[in-house]
């Protein structure tokens, strides 16, 4: 019993009422059109009832444009308390019937609780009152019948509870046609999901940029700094030198920095670092002002390398050297970049430090995957590991067919 009552406590059941009687009335220009036209053409006041398809039809169309699903939607999230996300771009032209459907069903179901609903509660305020003044008469559609004694108050009751029950049975089938009708159909769960999707792989590409850049900078910054202030006091231009290096490398990471939050808080950022293969002798000189021994070795062209390709590549090299940087035992770092016709071949091998490495840096341990995952996107063989006696190699071959 109790449980029976509780869609008549919840505030939802009579804000779904609203939302009923409201779109009933919003409708009512629309049925002094069909009636008008109705009336026009038959020119008969009993040919009423013959303007009630035309309206249907007038009102399906109303529910044709995309903004009013979006009100509506809206509205179905505020007064039913329903999930209606909006509606997504891309919507699938067979789906065009949903929204003019749930207009239909609205305004029908708003004029039924209206004229259902206030007969009903009329009828259990008034039936009462009528009784104690003789007898009391009931009659609908040419059915009639009179009501005394206690019976007028058992037909009051029973009216305010049919009342109670339709007010419950309009705002659930609003709760109910809603999501099915507003909600996303499944073409747009489709082109939702597939842009969830995109937004992760571009959330991703940015964070394996934020990685190599911002790591880059701060690891080469933070030895270049440490030099200057050893060299402070017996070589002053050194240590200018040094603070020159971190000035630019920092700059070139807040260039980085910007775009890649730019894009985060998805407003217009400037335009994406195309950093590539052709910028590698600014990465060494960065990297010899930080005291780094780099002895690079290219072979081929490469300017040949474009797009997407030379610039994973710059990134792969710019993290194998911040590795061998931050890890490495400080000896010599070879580096090897050779461009052939058909593959490219990209290898940085340093002395393995017995400690934690050059100044104790700490590692995330995400780097050596993000560049795994890179390589393999571009159908490349990712090599990582000890290389002969007391060295680290990171080799990769990526195919050139996929510079474009």
Not at 30 to 46: C, E, K
Not at 93 to 112: D, I, K, Q, S, Y
Not at 241 to 258: F, N, V
Request: charge should be neutral; proline fraction near 5%; hydrophobic fraction near 50%.
């Amino acid at each position: 019993m109790i449980k029976g009552l509780k869609p008549l406590l919840r505030g939802s059941t009579y804000t779904g009422v609203l939302f009923a009687v409201v779109g009933a009335v919003a409708a009512l220009p629309v049925a002094m059109v069909a009636l008008g036209v109705t009336l026009g053409l038959s020119g008969r006041p009993d040919s009423v009832w013959v303007a009630l398809p035309l309206w249907a039809v007038l009102l399906g169309l109303c529910g044709l444009p995309r903004l009013v699903r979006r009100v509506l939607a809206a509205g179905a999230r505020r007064t039913l308390g329903v999930a209606v996300p909006a509606p997504v771009k891309g919507a699938a032209a067979a789906e065009w019937w949903r929204t003019p459907a749930f207009v239909v069903a609205h305004v029908a179901l708003g004029w039924t609780v209206l004229i259902g609903g206030s007969t009903l509660l009329v009828t259990a305020v008034a039936l009462p009152g009528r009784w104690a003044e003789g007898t009391a008469r009931v009659s609908l559609l040419g059915w009639a019948t009179d009501v005394t004694g206690v019976w007028a108050w058992i037909v009051g009751v029973l009216a305010l509870v049919l009342a109670a029950a339709l007010f419950v049975a309009v705002s659930g089938a609003l709760r109910w046609l809603a999501p099915r009708l507003l909600g996303p159909s499944p073409a747009e769960r489709l082109a939702m999901a597939a842009e969830r999707e995109r937004l992760l792989a571009e959330r991703n590409r940015l964070a394996h940029e934020l990685h190599d850049s911002i790591g880059h900078t701060l690891t080469a910054a933070t030895i270049q700094a440490a030099v200057a202030g050893e060299v402070l006091a017996d070589d002053p231009v050194a240590a200018r030198a040094a603070m020159r290096s971190i000035e630019e490398s920092t700059r070139a990471a807040l260039e980085d920095l910007d775009y890649v939050l730019g894009a985060l808080r998805e407003e217009q950022s400037g335009t994406a670092p195309t950093r590539t293969l052709t910028d590698l002798p600014e990465l060494i000189d960065r990297l010899r002002h930080a005291g780094a021994v780099v002895a690079p070795r290219t072979t081929g062209d490469l300017a040949q390398v474009q797009g997407t390709l030379s610039r994973a590549a710059y990134r792969i090299v710019q993290e194998g050297l911040t590795n061998a940087l931050r890890h490495g035992s400080g000896g010599t770092i070879e580096l090897r970049v050779a461009a052939g016709a058909d593959e490219l071949e990209l290898s940085v091998v340093n002395g393995v430090a017995d400690g934690a490495g050059a100044g104790g840096f700490p590692t995330s341990g995400h780097g050596l995957p993000g560049l795994a995952e890179r390589v393999r996107l571009l159908h490349g063989e990712f090599e990582a590991g000890p290389y002969g006696e007391g060295q680290w190699r990171l080799a990769v071959r990526l195919p050139m067919r996929w510079s474009a």
